[in-house]
C-alpha cells in the first residue's frame, strides 16, 4: 500500500498502530506497510524513540510498546529501598488536614504507608484496599473506600461506579502512579486505571506522580495525562536531560530521592 504522501504525524500514528496490534515489529514490515524508505521509517522510530512512545531494539530493527507488568505482590518485592525512600518524601508534601486522594499501586502504597505513621488528621480516598487498609490503621485519618469492580492483580477497585464515586468528591492532593512516564505524560497499562487516575486528578487541586527510575521513557498502552496537569514528581533518581527538561517546561517540580 502505497501511503508516501502521509504526513510525519500520520506515519507517526500507523507506526504505533502497528506496534500495538504486533507487540514488535521490523522496520522492513513498517516500510513496506507504510509504503516509504526504510530509512525514513528509521529516522520515525528513533524520534518516537527520543519521546518515549516506543522502545527501539539494536540497530533499530524492531520496536515494542511497554504491554504489560508485574502483579502488585510481585511489584512490591522489587525495588524496595527505593519504594521506601519516594514513599517517605511523597509523604512529607502533604499538609495537616488535607484531602487526598490515592489510587492502586506499589509505590503509591509506599507514601500510604508513611503516611500512616504521622498524625496529620487527613482524609483519605482510595480505590486501594492496601492503601485503605494501611491508612485505616492511624486514628487521626478519615479513609473513604470507593466502590467498583474488584481487579485482583491489582488490588484496587476499577469501573465506571469507582469513576463516578470519585466525582462526588473535592481533594487537596491526588496522589498517582504510572506504569511509564515520557515527555508526553504519565501513562498506563490498564484503561480502567487511567480513567481512574484521570478522575482523581480531575477532583484535586493538585497532583503528585510517584514513579521509580525503571519507568523513565515508557510509554503504555493510555496515557494518563500531560506533564502540565501533574504539579509534583516523586523519584528516587535523576531522570535524563530530554524528560527533566520536558517537566520543567510544563512547571512540574522534580523531587529527586536518591541513594544516600
Known amino acids: 500500500m502505497d501511503q508516501g504522501r502521509l504526513t510525519k504525524k500520520e506515519r507517526h500514528a500507523l507506526i504505533l498502530s502497528e506496534v500495538r496490534r504486533s507487540a514488535?515489529?521490523?522496520?522492513?514490515?513498517l516500510a513496506r506497510r507504510i509504503g516509504v524508505a526504510g530509512e525514513?521509517?528509521?529516522?520515525?522510530?528513533?524520534?518516537?524513540?527520543?519521546?518515549?512512545?516506543?522502545?527501539?531494539?539494536?540497530?533499530?530493527?524492531?520496536?515494542?510498546?511497554?504491554?504489560?507488568?508485574?502483579?502488585?505482590?510481585?511489584?512490591?518485592l522489587t525495588l524496595v529501598e527505593e519504594r521506601a525512600r519516594i514513599g517517605r518524601g511523597a509523604a512529607s508534601l502533604v499538609e495537616k488536614g488535607q484531602i487526598v486522594m490515592i489510587d492502586g499501586g506499589s509505590t503509591t502504597y509506599e507514601v500510604a504507608r508513611n503516611l500512616s505513621q504521622l498524625k496529620r488528621d487527613l482524609t483519605i480516598i482510595t480505590n486501594s484496599t492496601g492503601v485503605?487498609?494501611?491508612?485505616?490503621?492511624?486514628?487521626?485519618?478519615?479513609?473513604?473506600?470507593?466502590?467498583?469492580?474488584?481487579?485482583?492483580?491489582?488490588?484496587?477497585?476499577l469501573g465506571e461506579d469507582t469513576v463516578e464515586f470519585l466525582r462526588r468528591y473535592n481533594a487537596d492532593v491526588a496522589i498517582i502512579g504510572a506504569s511509564g512516564?515520557?515527555?508526553d505524560g504519565p501513562s498506563d497499562m490498564i484503561s480502567g486505571a487511567a480513567a481512574v487516575k484521570r478522575a482523581m486528578i480531575s477532583r484535586s487541586l493538585s497532583t503528585v506522580l510517584v514513579v521509580t527510575h525503571d519507568k523513565f521513557g515508557?510509554?503504555?498502552?493510555?496515557?494518563?495525562?500531560g506533564l502540565d496537569d501533574i504539579a509534583d514528581i516523586v523519584t528516587d533518581s535523576e531522570p535524563k536531560a530530554d524528560l527533566r527538561t520536558a517537566a520543567e517546561q510544563a512547571g512540574t517540580e522534580l523531587h529527586v530521592f536518591a541513594a544516600g
Request: hydrophobic share 35%.
Open 40 to 76: 525514513t521509517i528509521r529516522r520515525d522510530l528513533i524520534e518516537l524513540g527520543d519521546a518515549g512512545l516506543i522502545n527501539r531494539t539494536y540497530g533499530g530493527a524492531t520496536i515494542s510498546l511497554v504491554t504489560s507488568e508485574p502483579v502488585i505482590s510481585e511489584r512490591g
Open 218 to 225: 515508557r510509554s503504555s498502552l493510555e496515557r494518563i495525562c
Open 132 to 157: 485503605a487498609s494501611v491508612a485505616g490503621a492511624n486514628p487521626t485519618f478519615r479513609v473513604l473506600l470507593c466502590p467498583g469492580t474488584y481487579d485482583s492483580r491489582e488490588g484496587s477497585v
Open 24 to 29: 514488535s515489529i521490523r522496520i522492513s514490515k
Open 181 to 183: 512516564i515520557s515527555a
